[in-house]
C-alpha cells in the first residue's frame, strides 16, 4: 500500500489547477454560471424545475414548482390523493409517453408493468451470490448488464424497442433492489436470504415493501407514502447529474442498458444520491451530541459548530438545508412533509419529528447569520424528510439511495428516449488544455523523473 501511496501522491501533486485559472479563462465549472444557473446544453419536454426566476439578468427567488410533461407534480399527487390510488406508474406512462393515460391505458400498463417484475429463474443465485459486492448500487448496475445477455435485441435502437426495454427494467428494478439487499445480507451478515416472489397485482411501492419485508407485511400509509415519493424522485429536469449522464451517455448510440447502469453509477455518488444518508448521519450525530434538542438555542449553537467544520463531519454543511435550483420551497419537500408527519404519529415518532421542524425553521436562519448574508433564501429540500421517511417505515439506510434509482430510472428511461427521438448530436463539451509542451528526454538520460510543467499563464 505505500507503493501506490506514493505514486498517489505524485499523481495528486502532478494534477493540480488551482482555481484562480477557472476564473481566467471563465470556465462554466460544474456546467455551471457565476450566478449558479446551470449552463443550457439542451432542449426537452419531460420536466421542467423552477426555483427562480430571472429578471434584468438578475435571479429572483419564488416558491419552489417540478413539472412532468408540463403537469404540476403537486397537481398529480393532489389528483392521486383524491381518489386514493397509487400514482408511481401514472407518473412513468406521463413521461415515458407524454401524456396522461386513459383508466383503460391506465389499467393495461399497470398490468403489463406488474406481469415484467418477475426476473429471470436463478437470477439472484447467479447474478448476486455467485460473483458478490458489498454494495446494492453496484449489484444493481452489474444486473442491468446482466439483463442486456437477456434480451434478444438488445441493440435494437428503435422507439418502440426501447419503450420495451424501459418498460422491462423499470419494473424489475423494483424486484432487483430487495434481492440485491438480501443477497447481500446473506453473503456478508451471515442472515437468511429472504427472496419473496414478485406480486404482479401489487403496485410499485406495495411490491417493494412486500419483497422488503421478511413478513410481507406493510400498512396502507406505508405503501401511499412509498408511492408519493417515487412519484416526487421520478424526474428533475435533464440537468441532474444522473439524468445528465443518461443523456451523454445515450447520445453515442449505444444500447440502453449500458446507458441505464452508467446513470445508476452517477447517482451512486455521495455528492448526488446518498443526501438523505448524510442528513440521517447529522441527525444521529444531534441527537447524540445535543443535550436538549427540543432547546433552540442549543440546537443553534450546533448548527453553527456544523458550518465552522467543528462537528459531525467537518463538511461545515447542515445537509438537507438548500438546493442547487430551489430557493424560497422545494415542492417535493412540502408533499413529503405531509406524509413524514403522519407517519410520525402512527410509529410513535412525534418527538424526532418535531426536531426535523424545528432544523428546518432555523437551519436557514443560522445558515444566513453565519454567511453574514441576511438576502440569502433557502430552505429544505426533499432529502431532508425522505431519510426519516424511510427510516420510519424500516427500510435500511443502505437502502435509501437504491428506492432513488427505482424511482428516477423512469425520468432517465424518458430522457433517452426523447434524445433518440430528435437524434441530437453525440454530446462533446470543450476542454482548454494548459499543457505545457516540452523537450522528450531519453530514459537513459533520465537523472530523475522529468515532468512537463502546465503552462497555466498561456494567452
Given amino acids: 500500500m505505500d507503493y501506490f501511496r506514493q505514486l498517489g501522491e505524485i499523481a495528486q501533486r502532478n494534477n493540480v489547477i488551482e482555481n484562480q485559472y477557472y476564473h481566467r479563462y471563465k470556465v462554466k465549472n460544474g456546467l455551471r454560471n457565476a450566478d449558479g444557473s446551470g449552463v443550457l446544453v439542451g432542449l426537452t419536454t419531460v420536466s421542467s424545475v423552477k426555483g427562480y426566476i430571472k429578471v434584468d439578468e438578475e435571479l429572483v427567488p419564488v416558491d419552489g414548482q417540478l413539472f412532468y410533461r408540463g403537469f404540476d407534480i403537486a397537481d398529480l399527487v393532489k389528483g392521486v390523493e383524491e381518489r386514493n390510488d397509487f400514482g408511481f406508474e401514472e407518473v412513468v406512462y406521463l413521461l415515458l409517453f407524454g401524456q396522461l393515460p386513459t383508466k ?14 418477475q426476473v429471470p429463474m436463478n437470477f439472484a443465485r447467479d447474478v448476486l451470490q455467485t460473483f458478490r459486492v458489498n454494495h446494492i448500487m ?16 438488445p441493440e435494437d435502437m ?5 419503450i420495451r426495454q424501459a418498460m422491462n427494467l423499470i419494473a424489475k428494478i423494483n424486484t432487483l433492489i430487495p434481492f440485491a439487499y438480501y443477497s447481500i445480507r446473506h453473503a456478508y451478515h451471515n442472515e437468511s436470504l429472504i427472496l419473496h416472489t414478485p406480486d404482479p397485482a401489487h403496485s410499485a411501492a406495495e411490491n417493494f415493501l412486500h419483497l422488503l419485508r421478511p413478513d410481507s407485511q406493510f400498512s396502507d400509509l406505508e405503501a401511499k407514502t412509498l408511492d408519493i415519493a417515487m412519484m416526487l424522485h421520478a424526474d428533475h429536469g435533464g440537468g441532474n447529474n444522473s439524468t445528465f449522464t443518461a443523456r451523454v451517455v445515450s447520445s453515442t448510440h449505444t444500447d440502453f442498458y449500458s446507458a441505464m447502469a452508467a446513470a445508476v453509477g452517477s447517482l451512486k455518488g455521495p455528492l448526488h444520491g446518498g443526501a438523505n444518508e448524510r442528513i440521517m448521519g447529522m441527525m444521529d450525530d444531534i441527537k447524540k ?16 459548530r456544523i458550518l465552522e467544520g467543528k462537528e459531525h463531519d467537518g463538511a461545515g454543511k447542515i445537509y438537507g438545508v438548500g438546493h442547487a435550483v430551489y430557493t424560497m420551497s422545494d415542492p417535493r419537500a412540502t408533499v413529503l412533509k405531509r406524509y413524514a408527519r403522519d407517519l410520525a404519529k402512527e410509529k410513535g415518532r412525534e418527538e424526532e419529528f418535531a426536531l426535523y421542524e424545528t432544523i428546518e425553521r432555523i437551519g436557514p436562519e443560522v445558515l444566513r447569520e453565519y454567511r453574514n448574508d441576511p438576502n440569502m ?5 426533499v432529502d431532508f424528510y425522505s431519510g426519516f421517511v424511510y427510516e420510519s417505515m424500516g427500510i435500511p439506510r443502505q437502502v435509501f439511495t437504491p428506492i432513488f434509482a427505482m424511482a428516477r430510472i423512469a425520468g432517465w428511461a424518458a430522457h433517452r428516449i426523447e434524445m433518440l427521438t430528435n437524434k441530437n448530436k453525440i454530446m462533446r463539451p470543450a476542454y ?5 509542451h516540452c523537450t522528450y528526454t531519453p530514459l537513459e538520460k533520465r537523472g530523475e523523473a522529468v515532468c512537463c510543467e502546465p503552462n497555466f499563464d498561456q494567452a
Fill in 432 to 436: 482548454k488544455s494548459l499543457g505545457g
Fill in 104 to 117: 383503460e391505458h391506465l389499467e393495461a400498463f399497470r398490468k403489463e408493468m406488474g406481469l415484467l417484475r
Fill in 158 to 162: 428503435s422507439i418502440p424497442n426501447q
Fill in 289 to 304: 451530541k445535543v443535550k436538549d434538542p427540543s432547546n433552540e438555542e442549543e440546537l443553534r449553537k450546533y448548527l453553527f
Fill in 377 to 381: 433564501i433557502v430552505s429544505s429540500n
Fill in 138 to 153: 453496484i449489484a444493481l448496475a452489474r444486473s442491468i448488464l446482466v439483463l442486456y445477455g437477456q434480451d434478444e435485441t
